[in-house]
């Protein structure tokens, strides 16, 4: 038969497909002959093409199928019976179906938190037009520590002009300052917070202008540009284009024409302010852009942003700012720290912390990923719940699995209808996940400092990945319990033989041991991190921290004029004392080295020894105590050559005694002989964060070169004081007033870790609450597995205490599993923790018995509710069935 | 007017079924048409036309036996029902009358 033509299975199967399947056998039938006798007609070519026209002319209204039995059935009923039964199921199980939906609802909540959070930080700048190639100019000083950090964001005034001039890399560059005006108008003054820039900022910063020229907005020295906002402060619905605005600054009375209205930046935009006026009006830009000035490249007061031409490289460009620093910047003999010049891209802007004198809100990628991995386990903690619940009840749904199979039932249509179950529980879960976000939202927000927003959920890009969660948690939560419960016999089910092997109890143990694993490494770390903190908080440091005012000294007028500036502030009335130094005692960080032993032996050994040299007062104002010897004082002339003032530590490193130290002296790293006389000896106290140990250390009395002006205040009236020093120093010099309070400088210090561990403790509070939950769920269903169990053993009779203990000791044992593979994690993670600290805690084993007992303690208050409801049930009432 | 109508390849599909008596199946069917009135049609129309029938209740069906010819497919038997026979005959009738009105006169000229 194969020699004879056939006719085209490709137009039979279209044939097929399309024809109305009451009519298909018969009319095939009849295309199979009519093929036949065509091909005995017209041979089989001609055959074959009139073939094709006989398929085609067969499409007819009503030959072919309705699109309703386009497929083999209809599962729309299905569909419907699927979501009833589902809904039942909820209905009827009211406790399971709120264990279920609330567990996935707090996982899924911490886990929008934290991808509003990510997302968040990750959009800071990117509205700003080309913001993948603006850069900006900073700088390192090194050596020259600041805040604990040698980087500097302020550059000299012209270096933008010369980025331009100079740099065919550049395509344009700006300098602006941060100011803050205090404006006048209509007689009502306020203070803003603004740029001061040059005309080309609207070049690097493409931001629309809803009125104004963007080239032609600062060009004059009385040009202001403003906001939205602003705008509407002074003007009201009015048009603010060409009126006036009067603003103070330092002192001095300026007018402002408005020349542009641009909109409010957005939240995710490290600049913010609410003006731009042209610096050109500056007096102090203005002196340090003179041509013919050799100071003009002293002055480091001013940001530098440049864009960098497409396709142009940054490293190249980078390359060349040795040249540009040799060029403009020769070698100063009173400023000895090595300068190198640094660019950053605007979006790493965002993460960059530690760069000082620096503005906008900083993001940390160390913490986005330890959140981002927390939240992932607590979702999956979540997710584990479901399963084990899932599982439970697998007992009670079986017979609807075994009847389904018998009527007719895929596996795959009933892993569909399980899996879907799961997407409408998530779905559940998730609009209740979305109401707990709007709950917690403003104390998260608090917590890490962010303005975070329940719109910000809602936008375009969110949803994709909001739906993307949905998905995932519905496939990962329902997947095992639709391939165990679709993969169940039939015969096996129907007839009832429903032991406890059924309920999948290994892998539900499994899964609730990780559970409490999960939960108790989360207690630990966060009973560790807590502990860490607070013995951070309440160490004793050997200084005070309390109401001690810093000035930053960049000028060296100031350091010229300190005698007189220093006269003056100590008669403020609430000025106790002034001191002046190098560094401060949070953070002093040059060294030198000293030598050990007699100085003609071979044993000579040398110590590394920190150094900071300190003005008269330094002791007094930091609160340091003295030990033995004396203070340096104007009284002894001598004082201010080779003498020192050594902490306990450094009489340790030489092996001298307290008695005997004081007048002795030692060799500095090349003296011949010693010669370095130690005056005192003061308690060691932390210089550096408590991450590093106590080092040697000696105090010099300074000679003319000092970075800080400190002064010791007394609490009240503390603002007025601090705008009187400002006056004063400000009179003597042109730099902008920079000063901070130890004690913020000290808490800044260990913010990080603050923030870490209020984190993980509400986390730890969500995941122990999961984990209860899951817990919770299973308890109850295990009583009612065991009902019959239980109340045999009563009739034959066991006491209530004794029958609780048959049902709680399972989960206690798993509870115990859990604990016993936490610790060594535990213990692993908090060990690397706090290795960063020199000063800590030692982890000692109530640590993690604690947690543990905890984590009991809440598991068995958990179980012994519904153990103490089925111990004390009527066995009557449980065997009369039978 | 009657009530029923059909169409003229209804008709000539009805009649076809009459003639073939029994053995009407759709090739048949088209065999017959062919040879008889020297007409060719596609399955396609042919089917329509026959499906169209049944509904109305003109036409009846049954499988035959399954063969080895044609695929291994069944033919589906068509026969014209009472009904089919009467409105067959209804509409001979009708074309007679018209016939008959028509005046020699017109013949003649």
Same mark, same amino acid.
């Given at each position: ?185 209509? %007689?009502?003054? !306020?203070?803003?917070? @603004? &740029?001061? *820039? =040059? ?7 493409? $931001?629309? +202008? ?42 001095? %009375?300026?007018? !402002?024409?408005?020349? @542009? &209205?641009? *909109? =409010? ?7 913010? $302010?609410? +003006? ?64 190198? +010049? ?541 | ?109």
């Amino acid at each position: 038969m194969s020699d004879k033509p056939q006719p085209s299975a490709l137009l039979l199967r279209f044939f097929r497909w399309f024809c109305h399947p009451d009519y298909l056998e018969d009319i095939e039938g009849d295309l199979w002959e009519r093929f036949e006798i065509l091909v005995e007609d017209m041979g089989p070519r001609r055959a074959r093409r009139r073939f094709v026209w006989e398929v085609l002319s067969l499409v007819r209204p009503n030959l072919i199928r309705s699109v309703k039995d386009l497929y083999p059935y209809n599962p729309l009923p299905m569909y419907k019976n699927y979501f009833k039964i589902a809904w039942r199921n909820l209905l009827r199980q009211k406790l399971y179906s709120f264990l279920n939906i609330s567990g996935l609802a707090v996982g899924l909540c911490s886990f929008v938190l934290i991808f509003m959070y990510v997302q968040h930080e990750f959009s800071y700048d990117q509205f700003v037009p080309d913001a993948d190639r603006v850069y900006r100019v900073y700088q390192r000083q090194e050596g020259n520590t600041y805040l604990g950090s040698d980087y500097f964001a302020l550059t000299p005034a012209p270096l933008s002009r010369t980025l331009i001039k100079e740099y065919p890399e550049v395509e344009t560059a700006t300098t602006f300052q941060t100011p803050k005006y205090l404006i006048n108008y209509k %007689e009502v003054g !306020f203070w803003e917070e @603004g &740029l001061n *820039a =040059d005309p080309s900022f609207f070049e690097v910063f493409k $931001f629309d +202008f809803i009125q104004g020229e963007a080239s032609q907005a600062l060009q004059d020295p009385s040009n202001i540009v403003i906001t939205q906002s602003l705008s509407r402060k002074i003007f009201g619905q009015g048009d603010p284009i060409g009126k006036t605005i009067d603003v103070k600054v330092h002192n001095q %009375e300026k007018r !402002f024409t408005v020349t @542009g &209205l641009i *909109a =409010d930046l957005p939240r995710e935009s490290s600049l913010q $302010f609410t +003006f731009v006026s042209s610096i050109l009006g500056s007096g102090g830009y203005k002196r340090d852009t003179q041509e013919d000035s050799e100071h003009t490249w002293e002055n480091n007061s001013y940001h530098t942003f440049f864009t960098l031409k497409a396709g142009a490289s940054i490293r190249q460009l980078e390359a060349k700012f040795p040249a540009l620093l040799e060029k403009y910047k020769p070698k100063d003999e009173d400023f000895p720290f090595n300068i190198s +010049f640094l660019v950053q891209r605007l979006s790493d802007f965002h993460f960059e912390a530690g760069i000082n004198f620096d503005f906008g809100l900083k993001g940390n990628r160390q913490y986005i990923q330890i959140f981002s991995i927390i939240a992932l386990v607590v979702l999956l903690l979540a997710c584990i719940n479901y399963m084990n619940l899932a599982i439970a009840r697998s007992i009670r749904r079986a017979r609807e699995v075994g009847l389904r199979k018998v009527i007719g039932a895929t596996r795959g249509q009933l892993i569909g209808q399980f899996l879907g179950e799961s997407f409408l529980i998530t779905l559940l879960a998730f609009v209740l996940a979305l109401l707990l976000v709007q709950l917690v939202l403003p104390l998260f927000s608090a917590m890490l400092d962010r303005d975070l927003l329940i719109w910000d959920l809602y936008q375009v890009r969110s949803l994709g990945g909001v739906l993307l969660i949905i998905l995932a948690v519905a496939l990962i939560s329902g997947s095992y319990p639709a391939f165990f419960m679709s993969s169940l016999k039939p015969h096996v089910v129907i007839k009832g033989k429903l032991g406890r092997k059924l309920s999948g109890l290994g892998i539900q143990k499994i899964l609730v041991i990780a559970q409490y694993a999960c939960s108790i490494v989360l207690i630990i770390s966060s009973l560790v991190i807590y502990r860490q903190s607070e013995y951070v908080q309440n160490k004793e440091l050997g200084y005070d921290r309390e109401h001690i005012i810093n000035i930053f000294v960049q000028d060296a007028q100031i350091r010229k004029k300190y005698a007189v500036i220093a006269e003056e502030i100590q008669k403020e009335p609430q000025v106790v004392s002034l001191t002046s130094s190098d560094a401060l005692p949070t953070n002093i960080d040059s060294s030198s080295l000293i030598e050990q032993g007699p100085t003609d032996s071979t044993q000579k050994q040398e110590i590394a020894i920190y150094r900071n040299s300190i003005g008269y007062d330094f002791l007094k104002v930091f609160g340091i105590k003295l030990l033995a010897g004396r203070d340096f004082s104007p009284d002894y002339p001598q004082d201010a050559e080779k003498r020192v003032i050594v902490n306990e530590t450094t009489l340790k490193a030489l092996g001298w005694n307290l008695e005997e130290a004081v007048g002795r002296k030692f060799s500095r790293y090349g003296d011949s002989i010693p010669s370095t006389e130690i005056i005192g000896v003061v308690q060691d106290f932390h210089m550096h964060s408590l991450h590093q140990p106590i080092e040697p250390l000696m105090l010099f009395l300074q000679g003319d070169y000092f970075r800080f002006i400190s002064v010791k205040v007394r609490p009240e009236n503390l603002s007025q004081t601090l705008n009187r020093i400002e006056a004063i120093v400000q009179a003597h010099t042109v730099y902008p007033f920079e000063y901070s309070f130890l004690d913020e400088r000290f808490d800044q210090l260990y913010k990080t870790d603050q923030k870490l561990g209020e984190m993980f403790g509400f986390f730890t509070v969500l995941s122990v609450l999961i984990a209860s939950l899951g817990l919770f769920g299973l308890a109850a269903i295990s009583a009612k597995q065991r009902t019959k169990e239980i109340g045999i053993r009563k009739v034959l009779g066991a006491s209530i205490e004794s029958i609780v203990q048959v049902l709680a000791r399972d989960f206690m044992k798993m509870v115990a599993w859990g604990f016993v593979l936490a610790v060594p994690f535990a213990w692993y993670f908090m060990h690397r923790w706090l290795e960063d600290y020199a000063y800590r805690i030692s982890l000692q084993w109530w640590m993690f018995a604690l947690p543990g007992l905890m984590a009991f303690v809440i598991a068995l208050f958990t179980i012994s509710f519904q153990s103490m409801k089925a111990a004390r049930a009527n066995p009557v009432e449980s065997l009369r069935n039978e | 007017m009657s009530k029923y109508h059909l169409g003229e390849f209804e008709e000539i599909v009805m009649l076809t079924v009459a003639i073939l008596h029994g053995k009407a199946y759709g090739v048949a069917i088209l065999g017959e048409i062919e040879e008889r009135l020297g007409r060719k049609v596609s399955i396609g129309s042919l089917q329509t036309v026959l499906r169209r029938l049944e509904d109305k209740g003109y036409l009846h069906s049954e499988f035959g036996e399954a063969t080895q010819a044609r695929g291994g497919k069944r033919k589906r038997f068509f026969t014209v029902s009472n009904f089919g026979m009467q409105v067959l005959q209804e509409t001979k009738e009708q074309r007679l009358q018209l016939w008959n009105a028509i005046p020699n006169i017109a013949f003649n000229a």
